[in-house]
Nanobody
Framework: QVQLVESGGGAVQAGGSLRLSCTAAGPRPYCMGWFRQAPGEERERVGSILSRLGQLDYSDSVKGRFTISQDSAKNTLYLQMNGLTPEDTAMYYC????????????????WGQGTQVTVSS
């Protein structure tokens, strides 16, 4: 069973940047990704990566601003977030999964505990 531990959240002003990290303890996941959930909103896919091939998937809301990368040796996933806006304020969750769907990316099976990102205007 994979366990996921996120870090790197915090508070930043609009236009700023943050980098989230997620380390997977256990077998290397088939795919990993990020979801987020703002207060009163549904959980939203951010993006994901197919671990061995490096294939990436992003939601339209973050494409061009956020970048997902991985360090395979450390079993760690990153989310570099640039050009942050208050609309990016949410709890960010790292996920891992065993299947991939076109247009949806990694289908999550395991969730991390989440890390809060707050962007002020």
């Amino acid at each position: 069973q994979v366990q996921l531990v996120e870090s790197g959240g915090g508070a930043v002003q609009a236009g700023g940047s943050l980098r989230l990290s997620c380390t997977a303890a256990g077998p290397r996941p088939y795919c990993m990704g990020w979801f987020r959930q703002a207060p009163g909103e549904e959980r939203e896919r951010v993006g994901s990566i197919l671990s061995r091939l490096g294939q990436l998937d992003y939601s339209d809301s973050v494409k061009g601003r956020f970048t997902i990368s991985q360090d395979s040796a450390k079993n760690t996933l990153y989310l570099q977030m640039n050009g942050l806006t208050p609309e990016d304020t949410a709890m960010y969750y790292c996920v891992s999964g065993g299947s991939w769907a076109p247009g949806r990316g990694c289908l999550p099976y395991t969730w991390g505990q989440g890390t809060q990102v707050t962007v002020s205007s």
